[in-house]
């Protein structure tokens, strides 16, 4: 591989670090929240050197994480997940758990039941420590004989964990629910056509919310480096709710516009038999520029009309079995998030930031989808933000009372940052900046885990 023809992915803002390091006593601009005492931890895909994986999802996960304290940010250190790939190992594919464990692990981290997790969607996830080293595999006692999203939920009434598994094939759709002590007690199939790149889902009070998109798996590509999913113009698209204690026959399809969404933001009931269910949306076009940007196939779709990836919401009449469905704003963004705390619940604020294959305008949004406003904070050009995870303030009163977290990336130079914001005021610009000894390749999920009290 030669410069001239590294893909997007090897270069600039994606381009991976060669190595794990930790630097101490970081340099810190502004003034830290004193209650802000715990790890940010950001996993994302970090090829190791000397590969090159063919996409940008495939790469090695590595977790980059600060230590904050007493208004002090005490150390920054990365790590790979070291699961077997590192050492050279290629899973076996006609064994369940080798194929299960010998995988990257590199989108999200989770903190349940006393237990930090790497997830990625294609494997189990894998237990880490407080100082980012690898503990092993989790199955949960045997129990998880699928992969595991990386996009579980927490249901903040009852601390169950709610998640799914695909597979290429059958099942192709598992729903699994862990209880508050770790404890998997369910474990139920759902009927699909077909495998698809199904990579979220939402909970309410009382459902669960499936996403059926027309991103699918295609065994043509598989022989080829890269991902082995595209476009689709026939498997259609359809949005699925399941009540929490029902199963496969309780499931209610609804027919939606073709478009695809790598995330939610949240799902909430309205009204008995209504819900409604806000996500990043990527119409057909859209979904081919990125795609192909990060290294996936051209997806030989005809569908051509609609531009962008926006905020989106669909609103389902559970009875009748109808959508209404439309575009929040017309800002590209991806990562939405909002306060975990209000996953499944009524929320009206959903953070964003600007989606940096499709805009050069980089930004961090807040949006209030009840009265319909936005507010952003701007970075310099030659800044780019990761995802805004929100840490609610203590003794929170609004929902938007509290501190947005990011790991801001420069374009060109060795240097990046975590940057603390007030979320009621966007606008006025971090509150804090750590500065970090390193520059962190745009990545992928985070998670703030406070300190024990």
Same mark, same amino acid.
């Given at each position: =591989? ?27 601009? #502004?003034? $830290? ?41 005490? !150390? ?7 699961? @077997? ?32 997790? /790497?997830?990625? +969607?294609?494997?189990?996830? !894998? ?20 992969? =595991? ?33 770790? +404890? ?41 480096? #890269? ?41 909430? +009931? ?22 192909? #940007? ?36 017309? $800002? ?24 940096? $294959? ?17 507010? /952003? !904070?701007?970075?310099? @050009? /030659? ?18 009372? #509290? !501190? ?21 005021? $966007? ?27």
């Amino acid at each position: =591989m030669t410069a001239d023809v590294a893909p997007a992915y090897f270069s600039g803002e994606f381009a991976p670090v060669p190595d794990e390091i930790e630097a101490h006593d970081l340099e810190v601009t #502004g003034t $830290l929240p004193d209650e802000l005492a715990g790890r940010y931890f950001r996993n994302g895909a970090n090829p190791l050197p000397g590969t090159d994986p063919g996409h940008n999802f495939l790469g090695q996960g590595m977790l980059h994480g600060v230590r904050i304290a007493g208004g002090r940010a005490e !150390w920054y250190r990365n790590r790979w997940v070291h699961t @077997p790939l590192v050492d050279g190992a290629r899973p076996d594919r006609t064994d369940l758990m080798s194929a299960l464990t010998c995988t990257t692990s590199n989108t999200s981290v989770l903190h349940h039941a006393g237990r930090i997790l /790497s997830l990625v +969607e294609n494997g189990l996830p !894998w237990e880490v420590t407080e100082d980012l080293d690898t503990v092993g595999p989790v199955d949960f006692g045997g129990k998880l004989r699928t992969a =595991m999203t990386a996009h579980p939920k927490v249901d903040p009434l009852t601390g169950d964990l709610h998640l799914f598994g695909v597979g290429l094939r059958p099942p192709f759709l598992t729903y699994h629910r862990v209880t508050a002590a770790g +404890e998997l007690v369910r474990s139920t199939e759902v009927t699909v056509p077909g495998p698809t790149m199904m990579h979220d889902f939402a909970i309410t009070e009382h459902h669960v919310v499936w996403l059926d998109l027309p991103v699918v798996f295609d065994l043509d590509l598989r022989t080829r480096p #890269g991902m082995p999913f595209r476009w689709s113009d026939t498997h259609g698209a359809r949005i699925g709710v399941m009540p929490r204690d029902g199963g496969d026959a309780d499931v209610r399809w609804i027919d939606v516009e073709p478009g695809y969404a790598f995330h939610v933001a949240n799902a909430k +009931e309205t009204a008995p038999g209504r819900i409604v269910l806000e996500g990043v949306r990527y119409t057909p076009t859209t979904f081919d520029r990125i795609w192909t #940007g990060l290294g996936g196939e051209p997806s030989r779709s005809l569908a051509t009309s609609g531009t962008g990836a926006n905020l989106y919401r669909w609103t389902l009449d559970v009875a009748a079995g109808t959508v209404s469905e439309g575009a929040v704003d017309d $800002l590209d963004v991806e990562f939405p998030t909002i306060d975990d705390n209000r996953t499944g619940l009524p929320s009206d604020h959903v953070y964003a930031v600007t989606a940096p $294959l499709l805009t050069d305008r980089p930004a961090i949004v807040k949006y209030d989808t009840a009265s319909g406003t936005r507010d /952003s !904070w701007h970075l310099d @050009p /030659s800044w780019l933000p990761g995802e805004a995870e929100f840490v609610p303030a203590a003794g929170a009163t609004r929902e938007d009372d #509290g !501190w947005l977290l990011s790991i801001t990336t420069h374009k060109t130079a060795d240097t990046a940052a975590l940057v603390v914001l007030a979320a009621d005021n $966007l606008s006025a610009g971090p509150v804090a900046t750590v500065h970090l000894p390193r520059r962190v390749p745009l990545g992928f999920h985070g998670n703030w885990i406070q300190d024990a009290e």
